[in-house]
Each structure stands twice: as C-alpha cells, then as structure tokens.
T-cell receptor
Framework: AQKITQTQPGMFVQEKEAVTLDCTYD???????LFWYKQPSSGEMIFLIY??????QNATEGRYSLNFQKARKSANLVISASQLGDSAMYFC??????????????FGSGTRLSIRP | DTEVTQTPKHLVMGMTNKKSLKCEQH?????MYWYKQKAKKPPELMFV???????INESVPSRFSPECPNSSLLNLHLHALQPEDSALYLC?????????????????FGPGTRLTVL
C-alpha cells in the first residue's frame, strides 16, 4: 500500500489565486513528520514546510500553509496568492520510524503545478 | 544558511568510465543522503550516512560506491554504469537521525548532478 498519496498529477491555476495540493498518508507510528518540497525544472528540491505529528497548530511559512487533519491523515499544502514562479513539481513526504537510526523519508508521486498568467 | 553543493552539475560518461560525484555541506549536519531521480518520478533513496558511517544501503548495485570522508563531504563513485543509470542524482543532508519527530529532520537538497551514461 502507498504510504504517501498525491492524487493530482497536474493542476492549472490562474495567477494570484490560492491553490491546494492534496496529500494523504498512511502510518501506524505515533511520531512522524510531514514535509512539502518544491522542484522547479532546474531539478533542485526546495524545502517548503514541515508539520510534526504532535504539533497542535497547522504549520505556516510565508505564502505556504499546511492544512493538517490528523484523524483523516491528510496534509494538504495551501499556497496563497500564487505567482508564476510557483510553477513546479510539488512533493509531499513523510518521515516515520523515529525509534531507530534507519528511518527515511518517503515521497509521494508529486503534483505538477502550472500557474497561468 | 541551508546550502548543499554538488559537483559536477552535468556528467556524461561511457559504460567503462570511472567517475565521482561530490556533495558538500557546511551546516554541521551529521546525516547525509544520496538519491536517484528519474524523470517525472519522486527521488529514490540510495544511501544514508549518519555520523560518517553508512546507515542505510537500499540494495544499490555495487557499481555505485558511496564514501563519506568527513562530516561535510559525501562522494558517490561510479564504475561500469549502464544506460539505465542515467538520472538526476541528488544529495541531501539533515541535522541528525533523531529519535523524536521534529523540524531538525528536514532534509536539505543540493541542486543535483544530471548523469548521462552512453
């Protein structure tokens, strides 16, 4: 079974509109971390935002916010006031298995976001 | 500063060549990672080093040989590669492989090396 699911392979959004990128996850660990990364066509993976499983509040970083619904196991990324430079691939990722040194990040399949001028 | 550098940016090599990819970070991070990424796919973990020791090898073929000479440097030695090994190779680092969830788990990535094997 997939641990991280991103159901939107591609999205088109008008510039200045808000956009929500969906992510659901599956884990039985009580302690885990959720991440969103942006990958422009240049290839670099850019860290956007982090949410810990014990965090009471949704994480926010500038125009990025994470809509964390623990009971539903969803961690959607919200980008407010989208810009042309937001066009990129976006990956949701999860780190689990914190009780050993062999834990690792698992990535979703990604969502390609295209911003229309 | 969250910079991870990788050299070279592009590499073209034949199947009989030996080459190396280099990754460097000066953030004091103690965990470093190699990923392979094919086009339109998420990154796939290859190796993890923790405190300069190999912690995870994701059953990577022996033609890929990682090396961590010190806490700031990570190399990936390539030998007798196949055309299907052509991909973007990403290096990342994080503060530590901690036992409790926290933002210090965040992995910071370098710009990658685009490898083409002819």
């Amino acid at each position: 079974a997939q641990k991280i699911t991103q159901t939107q392979p591609g999205m088109f959004v008008q510039e200045k509109e808000a956009v929500t990128l969906d992510c659901t996850y599956d884990t039985s660990d009580p302690s885990y971390g959720l991440f969103w990364y942006k990958q422009p066509s240049s290839g670099e993976m850019i860290f956007l935002i982090y949410q810990g499983s014990y965090d009471q509040q949704n994480a926010t970083e500038g125009r990025y916010s994470l809509n964390f619904q623990k009971a539903r196991k969803s961690a959607n990324l919200v980008i407010s006031a989208s810009q042309l430079g937001d066009s990129a691939m976006y990956f949701c990722a999860m780190r689990e298995g914190f009780y050993s040194s062999a834990s690792k990040i698992i990535f979703g399949s990604g969502t390609r976001l295209s911003i229309r001028p | 500063d969250t910079e991870v550098t990788q050299t070279p940016k592009h590499l073209v090599m034949g199947m009989t060549n030996k080459k190396s990819l280099k990754c460097e970070q000066h953030m004091g991070h103690r965990a470093m990672y190699w990923y392979k990424q094919k086009a339109k796919k998420p990154p796939e973990l290859m190796f993890v080093y923790s405190y300069e020791k190999l912690s995870i090898n994701e059953s990577v073929p022996s033609r890929f040989s990682p090396e961590c000479p010190n806490s700031s440097l990570l190399n990936l030695h390539l030998h007798a590669l196949q055309p299907e090994d052509s991909a973007l190779y990403l290096c990342a680092s994080s503060q530590d492989l901690v036992e409790v969830a926290g933002p210090t788990d965040t992995q910071y990535f370098g710009p990658g090396t685009r490898l083409t094997v002819l």
